[in-house]
């Protein structure tokens, strides 16, 4: 008779057959393993995941910080801005958009509108014309390095201009303004440079009869700018040489034959 196959012990039940002593049989457990990598990989995975979706959800709700300036009303084509114009708004504004645009109100106080604007549009370089200090009247001056402080002028500095008429002993100077502001120096950067052979100078002249006269020195004479940028100013008008006040001859003998 042929005897029926024998199943194989599972570890975990098999019993160690008794002793002849009598004694029980063990019982013995395999020990069980440490985690293998892919599961340790997981859950680094899965802990790296949810600090993720923690920190995004912790930080969805500060929004944008940095506040732009927009109009509080609808603004028409020629207006001269005020504070009152004007508002700023946190917004998130693609790179390009935001380099037109004006972060601080008072910037754009005494700013005239090229173009209308709506309630709450943004208020974007293209549709501004002159802004703050340079709404008033200027005059451009082309000159000389050597003329124009030789490099050493920036935007904001107190000049003083002079004119020269004639020449060699018949010169006359005469300053014409004692304290003009410069807006402007030449066309591409704030600062001249002192290689360079001209430059052109906006200055602020309010006056309309000092902005007669700086226009005929420009055709009829010689200009040159000297910096007073936190000195005080010498007075407006002196001239070089100093005009003679002496009496006619013929009204001295006048008022002498009289007594």
């Given at each position: 008779?042929?005897?029926?196959?024998?199943?194989?012990?599972?570890?975990?039940?098999?019993?160690?057959?008794?002793?002849?002593?009598?004694?029980?049989?063990?019982?013995?457990?395999?020990?069980?393993?440490?985690?293998?990598?892919?599961?340790?990989?997981?859950?680094?995975?899965?802990?790296?995941?949810?600090?993720?979706?923690?920190?995004?959800?912790?930080?969805?709700?500060?929004?944008?910080?940095?506040?732009?300036?927009?109009?509080?009303?609808?603004?028409?084509?020629?207006?001269?801005?005020?504070?009152?114009?004007?508002?700023?708004?946190?917004?998130?504004?693609?790179?390009?958009?935001?380099?037109?645009?004006?972060?601080?109100?008072?910037?754009?106080?005494?700013?005239?509108?090229?173009?209308?604007?709506?309630?709450?549009?943004?208020v974007q370089a293209g549709s501004i014309g002159t802004v703050g200090r340079d709404a008033q009247p200027t005059v451009e001056l082309d000159l000389p390095a050597a003329a124009a402080v030789s490099g050493e002028l920036v935007a904001g500095d107190r000049v003083e201009v002079y004119a020269t008429y004639g020449d060699n002993e018949s010169a006359t100077t005469r300053r014409l303004m004692s304290d003009a502001r410069v807006l402007r120096i030449s066309e591409a950067s704030e600062?001249?440079?002192?290689?360079?052979?001209?430059?052109?100078?906006?200055?602020?002249?309010?006056?309309?009869?000092?902005?007669?006269?700086?226009?005929?020195?420009?055709?009829?004479?010689?200009?040159?700018?000297?910096?007073?940028?936190?000195?005080?100013?010498?007075?407006?008008?002196?001239?070089?040489?100093?005009?003679?006040?002496?009496?006619?001859?013929?009204?001295?003998?006048?008022?002498?034959?009289?007594?």
């Amino acid at each position: 008779m042929v005897a029926p196959p024998r199943r194989p012990l599972d570890p975990a039940t098999a019993t160690a057959p008794a002793s002849s002593n009598g004694d029980s049989a063990r019982t013995v457990t395999p020990r069980r393993g440490l985690p293998g990598s892919r599961p340790v990989v997981g859950g680094l995975l899965v802990a790296a995941a949810l600090v993720g979706i923690f920190a995004a959800v912790s930080g969805a709700g500060k929004g944008p910080t940095t506040r732009y300036v927009v109009a509080a009303r609808d603004l028409r084509i020629g207006q001269v801005l005020g504070s009152d114009d004007l508002r700023t708004v946190a917004a998130d504004l693609p790179a390009d958009v935001a380099r037109g645009a004006f972060r601080d109100v008072s910037a754009l106080e005494g700013a005239v509108t090229l173009a209308p604007v709506q309630s709450g549009g943004l208020v974007q370089a293209g549709s501004i014309g002159t802004v703050g200090r340079d709404a008033q009247p200027t005059v451009e001056l082309d000159l000389p390095a050597a003329a124009a402080v030789s490099g050493e002028l920036v935007a904001g500095d107190r000049v003083e201009v002079y004119a020269t008429y004639g020449d060699n002993e018949s010169a006359t100077t005469r300053r014409l303004m004692s304290d003009a502001r410069v807006l402007r120096i030449s066309e591409a950067s704030e600062a001249l440079s002192p290689s360079s052979s001209g430059t052109k100078v906006v200055l602020a002249v309010p006056d309309a009869k000092i902005r007669l006269q700086v226009v005929n020195a420009i055709k009829a004479g010689t200009i040159v700018l000297a910096r007073v940028t936190g000195t005080r100013p010498g007075p407006q008008g002196a001239s070089y040489p100093e005009p003679t006040t002496t009496a006619p001859s013929s009204s001295r003998s006048r008022s002498g034959s009289g007594g």
